[in-house]
């Protein structure tokens, strides 16, 4: 993933982010979503 930031924050996950995919000639509604959490270890610190 080429940022992992891109994701919109589901509000009351603590952080989970959604992110929708498209499908080949579909666009982003044909496509999946993405749940997914970073953990950014560079804030952690």
């Known amino acids: 993933m080429s940022d ?3 994701g919109d924050v589901i ?3 603590g ?3 959604k992110l929708r995919v498209a499908s080949k000639g579909k666009g982003k ?3 999946s979503r993405v749940i ?3 953990f950014d270890q560079k804030q952690s610190n």
Request: zero cysteines; glycine letters at 26%.
């Open 4 to 6: 992992p930031k891109q």
């Open 11 to 13: 509000q009351g996950t």
């Open 15 to 17: 952080g989970l982010r």
């Open 29 to 31: 509604r044909g496509g």
């Open 36 to 38: 997914y959490y970073f």
